[in-house]
């Protein structure tokens, strides 16, 4: 599978040379930084420093632009954890327990476990790149909207997962956020729900909307009271907690494993990719954990399923990028323009007459994925301080951040407006005790869902007998209710086993 | 012993939260209806509408006919704890709309001020220099980043 003579090229390229890896550690830091403010993405940031890449090799552009991507893809989760802000939607699960932890008092803990699933995310999902690119592709190339349709439901089942106190309040959350999300011109040309704004013809700006019922109605929620973390011993920032926390990460080999295979293999699929995968990782995890009740209030299991998912989801959304030249998302996007400026065109002659270059690539991110470590610990210090600060500073701070980033998102008026109307709907489902996270996941998959189930009712001319000729979908499919009902079955099978003992004991 | 049942009444706040949910839900299908009464357009909205409908329906039941426990509802939170939150959001909300007027330099260095006043900061000092210098670094950070313009009313 792996084209041993390109590999040993691919390492003199990296290593014959320090010049490449000049560029990695300011790429992570930019990329940290601005995954970390609320409203600057890892997309912008590769995007402002894409210009800077034209004087460098094609080698050395695409180990800075990655950089970038994978200290983004972490920054996302230190804004996630420590504001409730996901700083992308990839990072949307990592809210769910990261924040609560934060504010229980472990901000340094949560962001070690986020940092340790990061960088094993991150390694895990190149090496399964570098050993898995040439089956990925075949798999990739097979995918339709069928398929697609089903790994979306898998990440709409988190709706129920994250039931609460109330199954129905969630459902109607989720459901309302779906519809939210098709408002604007739909797939098939149609406009609905726009009141004849021009602004909402390509629907709700989702970033903003998503700001906005999260971290401005939770920073509205909690105004008045005096810090993130109010106990003082709590709020000390040491290396030793951050430690402690990346240690506590590594102890949990098998949700990260999880999360990591979930991050590659829904990663790989072309615009549904890590805005999923932390999903369905959380949800799996949530789903098979003995006591699911303590998801939400600060459990470490879910924030590593989610840092290792949507980090290692980076690998994945490189098949696409590499063996097709289709970037899946923004962040591969401004990777391929960087293709385009180096006069580079993806897809399987790239991969067959540069090998030697994609392997480089592969490899170095590798490395790079535990130079995140070392960066990450340096910076992280810094950036938990935000525990430090009083609410009363810290809350319009964020709150006029979040404003420019929503201005930043959209160029108009239309994003803070929008930050404005979903601060005060995310305000109001939490008072009467409604998931925001659910309505949240609609939001963010309602417009992917619908197009993929048009394209399928197309495609399938609404006859149902044509899922039986995709035996990816029927796979998927049964994958999903395995994963759904398994974790379930499993337990009673083993309570049932456990009162037979006891019975044959007492007997 | 006599166990007292606890007073229970209607949550109207929720109900009111329920009718409107509905209401936007039936506007936005009839708005996608009468665009389109297609499959095509209809494939997610109709089935979501419908579930939607269903689900403020029970929960609306359940609100009429449980209630909320008046001792559950009555918070142990002061007056002000209340009404911070709604301040604060009267605030945000103002400091928004009035952007294409005050811009974002001036507009933010007031908000923030603003907001500390009402949270009790009283250091002139701080008072004086944060607001401006916050504004004054986030306006400046997001035009070097920016490719469109931003309204601003002095940077």
């Known amino acids: ?507 | 012993m006599i166990v007292q049942s606890a007073k229970r009444r209607i949550d109207w706040g929720h109900l009111a939260l329920l009718v409107v949910l509905a209401g936007i839900v039936v506007w936005y299908l009839h708005d996608a209806w009468s665009a389109s009464a297609r499959v095509r357009n209809l494939i997610l909205v109709l089935p979501a509408s419908i579930l939607s409908l269903v689900l403020a329906a029970a929960i609306a039941i359940g609100v009429l006919v449980r209630g909320v426990d008046e001792a559950e509802a009555t918070e142990d939170s002061t007056t002000r704890e209340k009404l911070y939150p709604l301040i604060l959001m009267a605030i945000f909300g103002l400091y928004i709309l009035t952007l294409p007027v005050t811009g974002f330099d001036v507009g933010s260095a007031l908000f923030v001020l603003i907001a500390l006043m009402v949270d009790g900061e009283r250091r002139p000092l701080f008072l004086a220099i944060y607001p401006v210098a916050f504004a004054a670094v986030c306006t400046m950070l997001f035009r070097w980043l920016l490719p469109y313009p931003m309204t601003t009313l002095i940077l």
């Open chain 1, 1 to 507: 599978m792996i084209d041993l003579g390109a590999l040993g090229d691919a390492f003199s390229l990296l290593f014959g040379s320090f010049q490449p890896w000049m560029v990695v550690v300011p790429g992570l830091i930019i990329g940290l930084l601005f995954g970390s403010v609320p409203g600057l993405q890892t997309s912008m940031a590769m995007a402002v420093f894409l210009p800077a890449t034209l004087g460098m090799d094609f080698l050395s552009a695409m180990l800075f632009l990655t950089a970038i991507f994978t200290g983004g893809m972490f920054g996302g989760g230190v804004s996630a954890i420590l504001m409730n802000i996901p700083g992308t939607s990839s990072a949307v699960a990592t809210t769910f327990d990261g924040f609560p932890m934060a504010r229980s008092g472990k901000p340094s803990e949560a962001l070690g476990i986020a940092l340790g699933a990061s960088t094993i995310g991150t390694a895990f999902g190149y090496i399964a790149l570098l050993l898995l690119i040439q089956p990925l592709t075949s798999v990739v190339l097979k995918l339709g909207p069928t398929e697609m349709f089903v790994v979306i439901l898998w990440g709409l089942t988190l709706i129920a997962a994250l039931r609460g106190k109330f199954m129905a309040r969630s459902i109607l959350a989720g459901t309302i956020g779906l519809l939210i999300g098709t408002i604007g011109m739909s797939p098939n040309g149609v406009i609905r729900g726009t009141l004849g704004s021009p602004f909402l013809l390509d629907g709700v700006p989702v970033i903003p909307a998503m700001i906005g019922m999260f971290a401005a109605s939770e920073l509205f929620s909690i105004a008045g009271s005096g810090y993130l973390v109010d106990s003082e011993d709590k709020k000390k920032i040491s290396l030793k907690r951050i430690m402690a926390g990346i240690s506590e990460a590594l102890r949990m080999p098998m949700t990260l494993l999880r999360g990591s295979i979930y991050g590659v293999l829904i990663g790989a699929i072309p615009g549904v990719g890590s805005s999923v995968a932390n999903l369905v990782s959380y949800g799996d995890a949530r789903r098979r954990a003995g006591n699911p009740d303590s998801f939400g209030k600060g459990d470490a299991r879910g924030i590593a399923a989610s840092e290792s998912a949507n980090s290692s989801s980076e690998g994945g959304g490189m098949v696409a990028l590499f063996a097709l030249g289709i970037p899946g998302g923004a962040g591969t996007a401004v990777l391929l323009a960087a293709f385009s400026m180096h006069n580079i065109t993806g897809g399987p002659r790239f991969l067959s007459e540069q090998a030697d270059v994609v392997y480089a690539v592969i490899l170095a991110n590798i490395v790079q994925a535990f130079l995140l470590l070392f960066v990450g610990i340096f910076l992280m210090h810094l950036m938990s301080s935000v525990v430090k600060v009083p609410l009363r500073i810290l809350i319009p701070s964020v709150l006029v951040l979040a404003t420019f980033g929503a201005f930043g998102l959209t160029g108009t008026l239309a994003g803070p407006i929008t930050l404005l109307v979903f601060a005060l709907i995310g305000w109001l489902l939490r008072k009467y005790e409604y998931s925001v996270a659910a309505a949240v996941i609609g939001l963010l998959l309602g417009r992917m869902a619908e197009g993929e189930l048009l394209r399928s009712y197309q495609i399938s001319g609404g006859n149902f007998d044509y899922v039986w000729s995709r035996p990816i979908t029927l796979g998927l499919f049964l994958l999903l209710v395995l994963s759904l009902f398994l974790p379930w079955v499993v337990e009673r099978l083993r309570r049932g086993l456990q009162r037979r003992d006891v019975a044959a004991h007492h007997e």
